[in-house]
């Protein structure tokens, strides 16, 4: 469960990663999967790589190196993107989807 200080209920990590593939901006929890997907199509990728040159087939070889220069330079480029742009909080990405009430809203609503 994600802690959360402002109010908002606990927010299971399968939800922190539903709500940030729905919302805009990256939390963290969406951001560990990624991770840790692209570790496991590295794997997939190094063995696909091992028994590509263990049968001495170029052609597969070259193809096969080729998805993981493509594999490496999506997850650069992903991480460089989340750097230049940095992380949301979960709680913002609920506010943008309107799942929960706004400050502004809660202190209006208070106040009347």
Do not use: Y
């Amino acid at each position: 469960m994600v802690n959360t200080d402002s109010g908002v209920e606990d927010v299971s990590s399968a939800k922190a990663v539903l709500l940030g593939a729905l919302a805009p901006g990256v939390n963290g929890p969406t951001w560990i999967t990624l991770k840790s997907t692209f570790l496991m199509l590295g794997l997939c990728l190094a063995i696909m790589l091992g028994l590509a040159f263990s049968s001495s087939d170029s052609w597969l070889m070259f193809h096969v190196a080729f998805l993981v220069l493509i594999t490496v330079s999506l997850f650069l480029l992903l991480s460089w993107f989340l750097a230049q742009t940095g992380f949301v909080s979960i709680e913002n990405q609920m506010r943008e989807m309107g799942l929960v009430q706004n400050d502004s809203q809660e202190t209006s609503t208070k106040s009347d």
